[in-house]
């Protein structure tokens, strides 16, 4: 009874390696092709790179690279964007002329408005590649802006990442808001494309978002700031450091280093340094870190009573850096019944003591 | 009577191999589509930002040889912001402590031991003089887990960083391992990257080859389907520090890092948490080609004794609903009772011959069925492996291990199976083994 089941199931057995050594021919030819197209990439390569460094030398004679184009196009953009990077003024412009004049602008624009969702993020993510171009920036129009609408949040990225080309203020506001319902990882992305437009931001977009933001917008724009580490002309920040959210008054804390130290700052360091929080202390420290405040060292030593060890020894680390007095301060504590403060004092003192004068003084 | 029984018996196998190319097609899927999900281009706006959070990567040289100097060295060249490599020597002798101050140009360097996690004392902590972001840890011996749970004591990063001795792994991994972590910082536990090992020449290298491309679209891509992923040989896994110090620390098993992410699992199952284990599949993290028949064999029964070791800890997770609930069986499948099943089948086929519980004729034919199910199954992996993981495999070295499914399936997998048994029950079983 077992007998022909089984041969059948031999049979069929059998005729699945039929079909695998099929498909193990097909998958061996498309390997082989496949093989020999990036063969054929990098022999071009070489002289795609060469015509396209003649083009942008001020040769305009478009013929070589027209047939090459018309050959592989994919490798020519390809070839294309790789330069982008290496480019800045006027080559880059003229680069932009090129892909213009190569017809690959124009494809991109029409990507960018398909219906396929693939087609779409190519088309913007080329788009933004060479937006710094002001010809191409003119030919895409108002794309950027309507891809800001988009459903798919990579299309929404690289249309902020676009408008982050241009100088417009009124476009650099709408990817400024945009950023903000942006993933995590696409507003690190965008961060750093806005840190060079920070003067234009902080005159009203940024101000106002921190004015009447709430919440997670809020939260966002403080990290985004402070992600830039640059210095920025901002209005005080002394009533986020009374925020309810101890979230929000950390990165306050970690943005109040990069703001002008005025009075109201200086203040909001010293509550938010003497505040029940000990996040936030932690933060206020390591700003006081960078800003060396030397009138915060009373607070500064009281945080080292504060029963935490990482406080304690953050901020014996920054005493330890205030030059004699700082060093004074420890001391003071080395005595202390809290085994918690004077080893942190001790710590400190013993790797200030084991760096050269010049490090600490 | 005895003849119809062995018959469905000998089905199982067959049905086994069936559901196992039902997975591996599924897992092929998913690593294709996880592959082209991912960004294309490498995430370099990364490296400047403040916001990245900072990478501990730990290892653990076996000695102080110039391989394991080869790999530190390219585990320093990683991409990535604020990195550091925190190299546990466990029980080093003086002269082997001495090979690493020479190579690196060590110096003693101050060190906070925040004492999280339970760990053999610290005698010693060194910094790389040379512009490499290494710091070398000495400590008395106390095994793989013991020293990743110093590691963790000594760094103060938020992000922990495990690396397979055997793995090739490629610059940017950080850069990708990390962007899962940025973007879902409350749902991501784990993330791990791991792919199939390069092609080599050879028969060791190309049957490892097999078997891991099998269990890398099965156990890896396959269960990542329904969360269930575990790490495998080659494997470059990133931890959240809270995450590993919240569960205690590594235990002083083999596979500590299998063990871990099993019990992430579970104990993210047990909490209700909304939580992803991520397997990447990009060519970032593969174990190396075995260069002999030997080192196959000493790896393999590595991981087979580890995951013993690590089922026989989660027992009582066999029980327990949520993704776990496919782990645990899955994994007593595949590294128990199929081996067993098909051992004791075909240990079976003497005294059924000699008793004639089954016409010789069918038993013939039931053999042949069982090593050709187990042939498609391979030759299936190896066709899909471009598709799965992208990789760039020759057409003649494509066509060489699709007929070593043949030699694999004629004999080496039927003794590879009694070996795993063995191995699985010295994991399983051994006290001097596991440790405590």
């Known amino acids: 009874m077992t007998h022909p089941a089984l041969i059948g199931l031999l049979c069929l057995q059998g005729l699945c390696g039929v079909a695998l050594l099929v498909l193990l021919a097909c998958a061996m030819l498309k390997q082989s092709l496949a093989a020999r197209r990036r063969a054929a990439a990098i022999t071009l390569g070489p002289a795609m790179r060469e015509a396209i460094t003649t083009y942008l030398g001020g040769n305009s004679n478009l013929a070589e690279l027209r047939r090459m184009a018309a050959e592989s196009a994919e490798e020519v953009e390809e070839s294309l964007l790789g330069f982008q990077a290496r480019l800045g003024g006027n080559d880059r412009e003229r680069l932009g002329e090129l892909a213009i004049e190569l017809g690959f602008v124009q494809e991109w624009c029409e990507a960018a408005e398909s219906h396929d969702l693939e087609k779409r993020r190519r088309g913007f993510s080329r788009i933004a590649a060479l937006a710094q171009s002001e010809a191409v920036r003119r030919m895409a129009g108002d794309l950027p802006e309507r891809g800001l609408k988009d459903s798919d949040t990579k299309v929404r990225v690289e249309a902020a990442r676009a408008l982050l080309e241009s100088d417009e203020r009124r476009r650099l506001e709408q990817a400024f808001q945009a950023a903000l319902g942006f993933s995590p990882l696409a507003q690190l992305e965008i961060a750093s494309l806005m840190r060079r437009h920070a003067l234009t931001l902080c005159e009203s977009a940024i101000p106002d978002v921190l004015r009447k933001g709430c919440g997670r917008e809020l939260l966002i724009t403080l990290r985004l700031l402070s992600s830039w580490e640059c210095a920025l002309p901002l209005p005080d920040l002394g009533d986020l450091s009374e925020h309810p959210d101890p979230e929000i008054r950390c990165e306050t804390m970690r943005l109040l280093a990069l703001l002008p130290p005025t009075p109201q700052n200086r203040r909001a360091l010293l509550n938010g340094l003497t505040g029940s929080d000990l996040e936030v202390s932690l933060a206020a420290v390591a700003a006081l870190d960078r800003l060396k405040m030397r009138t915060a060292m009373p607070q500064l030593t009281s945080c080292l009573r504060r029963k935490s060890e990482p406080l304690a020894r953050a901020a014996a680390a920054v005493l330890a850096t205030m030059g004699l007095d700082g060093a004074k301060a420890l001391e003071g504590q080395l005595p202390n019944p809290d085994p918690i403060a004077s080893g942190a004092a001790r710590e400190a003192l013993e790797r200030r003591s084991s760096l050269p004068a010049e490090a600490w003084a | ?436």
């Not at chain 2, 730990?58 to 790999?71: C, H, R, V």
């Not at chain 2, 004392?121 to 020293?147: F, H, M, N, Q």
């Not at chain 2, 491309?213 to 790490?231: D, K, M, V």
């Not at chain 2, 997998?413 to 596991?434: A, E, P, S, T, V």
């Open chain 2, 1 to 436: 009577m005895p003849g119809l029984a062995l018959t469905l018996l000998w089905a199982c196998p067959i049905l086994c191999g069936a559901a196992s190319l039902y997975l591996l097609l599924r897992g092929a899927i998913r690593a294709h589509h996880e592959r082209t999900v991912a960004a294309q281009e490498e995430p370099t706006f990364l490296l400047k930002s403040r916001l990245v959070p900072d990478v501990a990567v730990l290892a653990m040289p076996p000695d102080a040889s110039e391989t394991s100097f080869q790999f530190v060295r390219k585990l320093a060249k990683l991409y990535f912001g604020h990195v550091e490599i925190l190299l546990v020597l466990d029980g080093a002798s003086n002269e082997e402590l001495q090979a690493w101050k020479d190579e690196f140009h060590l110096l003693p360097a101050p060190r906070v031991d925040t004492h999280s996690l339970p760990a053999e004392p610290v005698l010693g902590v060194y910094a790389s003089a040379a512009p490499v972001p290494l710091v070398v840890v000495e400590k008395e011996r106390g095994g793989e887990g013991d020293c990743l749970n110093a590691g963790i004591n000594l760094t103060s990063a938020p992000v922990i960083g495990l690396v397979d001795w055997n793995a090739e792994v490629s610059e940017g991994t950080l850069l990708r391992l990390i962007c899962p972590l940025i973007d879902e910082p409350e749902r991501i536990q784990a993330v791990c990257a791991v792919a199939p090992s390069a092609p080599a020449r050879g028969l060791a290298a190309r049957l490892y080859h097999l078997d891991f491309l099998r269990q890398w679209l099965c156990r890896c891509a396959g269960l990542s389907i329904w969360n269930s992923f575990l790490p495998a040989t080659g494997s470059f896994l990133l931890l959240k520090r809270d995450a590993v110090v919240e569960t205690g620390g590594f235990k002083r098993t083999p596979g500590c890092a299998l063990e871990m992410v099993i019990r992430l699992h579970r104990e993210a199952v047990l909490r209700g948490r909304r939580y992803q284990v991520r397997l990447i599949t990009g060519p970032f993290s593969r174990p190396a080609a075995p260069r002999s028949n030997r080192e196959m064999n000493e790896r393999i029964a590595r991981e087979q004794s580890a995951t013993a070791d690590a089922l026989s800890r989660h027992l009582g997770t066999l029980f327990v609903f949520g993704s776990i609930s496919r782990l645990i069986p899955g994994l007593f499948c595949s590294r128990l009772f199929l081996p067993l099943g098909e051992t004791m089948l075909l240990a079976l086929a003497c005294p059924a011959l000699l008793f004639r519980w089954v016409p010789p004729v069918d038993l013939v034919l039931l053999i042949s069925t069982m090593a050709a199910a187990g042939i498609v199954t391979s030759m299936t992996a190896v066709l899909l492996e471009p598709f799965a993981a992208g990789s760039h495999i020759p057409p003649r070295e494509m066509a060489a291990l699709f007929f070593t499914s043949i030699v694999e399936n004629l004999g080496c997998r039927q003794w590879r199976n009694i070996k795993l048994i063995g191995h699985f029950m010295r994991g399983f079983f051994c006290r001097d083994f596991r440790g405590n």
